[in-house]
């Protein structure tokens, strides 16, 4: 049975064979324990974004007795903390810092893989496509109507000044 | 640790003051080159084409060659 995680499937195939599968969760609520953890939307928030860079809660909001009483300390000046104490501050006020959270991943290779392989499946069925279902192409494809084609264009001198008939020798009869 | 004073306001400015000159020119500079490597020539195409442009000529060439249907080449 393929259960589907919170969290990135490993190897390409594994990510393409459960993508048919699809996850509602109206058909994993039946199992129980397979249900993932959702988040109350009702209450505030925290993230980590570089773009929306202060979250509407802190990170953490249930703190320990020492730091209740670190917080107390924060409310005095700041000159009389230490450079843990700061530190400490931070990080519970927030999660990653700015370095961390911009970070990179090698997720690119994965993405850039993957629009290869789609974009090769994509070739081989327009081929069959082309072999077992486009009806032939129309006369006017053909080699010699083109070339009567381009003669009558020529002598209806279709765009003599900077154009197709511009390229025309009409002296010589060839090609300038 | 004491940090220096991080740059507060001014930031749009500062910006503008550096890069509308240069779009400016490189707007300018796009728009003379296109006219002397597009314009230009253009113009002087068509001079060409019309200095010794023999309308009537040109007309009976197509008119040979049977591409109208209100006048059919001389011979038929």
């Known amino acids: 049975m393929l259960h589907l995680t919170a969290g990135r499937v490993g190897s390409l195939l594994a990510r393409r064979a459960t993508a048919a599968f699809s996850t509602s969760s109206v058909r994993m609520a039946s199992h129980g324990h397979d249900v993932a953890e959702t988040t109350d939307m009702s209450l505030p928030l925290y993230w980590d974004r570089v773009d929306i860079p202060l979250p509407d ?24 903390l230490s450079k843990e104490e700061k530190v400490a501050l931070y990080r519970l006020m927030f999660s990653q810092t700015f370095p961390e959270m911009k970070q990179p991943s090698a997720e690119w290779k994965s993405v850039v893989g993957g629009i290869f392989i789609l974009m090769g499946l994509t070739g081989l069925i327009v081929w069959w496509q082309k072999v077992y279902v486009y009806p032939p192409a129309p006369r006017t494809f053909d080699a010699d109507w083109q070339a009567k084609q381009y003669k009558r264009m020529l002598d209806m001198r279709v765009n003599p000044i900077e154009g197709f008939a511009a390229k025309w020798d009409y002296k010589k009869g060839q090609w300038k | ?61 197509m008119r040979e060659a049977g591409i109208f249907e209100s006048v059919r080449p001389s011979g038929e």
């Open chain 1, 57 to 80: 809660r802190p990170y953490k909001d249930t703190l320990t007795t020492g730091d209740q009483s670190l917080k107390q300390k924060e409310q005095g000046p700041w000159s009389q």
């Open chain 2, 1 to 61: 640790m004491s940090l220096p004073k991080p740059l507060m306001r001014g930031m749009l400015s500062k910006r503008l003051k550096f890069h509308l000159p240069i779009s400016f020119a490189l707007a300018m500079g796009a728009a003379i080159l296109f006219k002397y490597t597009v314009t230009e020539p253009r113009k002087q195409a068509y001079a060409d084409f019309y200095k010794n442009y023999d309308s009537v000529k040109e007309f009976n060439a």
